[in-house]
Nanobody, 127 residues
Framework: QVQLVESGGGQVQAEGSLTLSCAIS????????LGWFRQAPGQERKFVAA????????MYADSVKGRFTISRDNTKNTVFLQMDSLKFEDTALYYC????????????????????WGRGTQVTVSS
């Protein structure tokens, strides 16, 4: 059973920065595609960013491109989401997700591609 635990959320002013972390408790961490998704109240869960198992392939939602950076440390079984120039509309509950599917850009943004999820960490951006 894969367990994912997010941390690093909080409240920040617009244009500020936060770094989210997701620790994954599984010895097969290096084989996982890892993703970040977010869900605002009353909205569906949306893709934010994903990274392949090598850490060399990444993709981002258009709304965060150029502001957010996803990375992973396979020695620490952790994936990160560096968020800069935060906007009010970035306010949401952020989830990390993991699975071992073969990296394809049409699959990485889909929530249904991931079988393991954390419980989320809240990010609140005040304008």
């Amino acid at each position: 059973q894969v367990q994912l635990v997010e941390s690093g959320g909080g409240q920040v002013q617009a244009e500020g920065s936060l770094t989210l972390s997701c620790a994954i408790s599984n010895h097969g961490f290096s084989a996982y595609v890892l993703g970040w998704f977010r869900q605002a109240p009353g909205q569906e869960r949306k893709f934010v960013a994903a990274i392949d198992f090598t850490g060399t392939k990444t993709m981002y939602a258009d709304s965060v491109k150029g502001r957010f950076t996803i990375s992973r440390d396979n020695t620490k079984n952790t994936v990160f989401l560096q968020m800069d120039s935060l906007k009010f509309e970035d306010t949401a509950l952020y989830y990390c997700a993991a699975d071992t599917f073969l990296w394809r850009e049409e699959w990485a943004p889909r929530p249904q591609s991931y079988g393991s999820w954390g419980r989320g960490t809240q990010v609140t951006v005040s304008s």
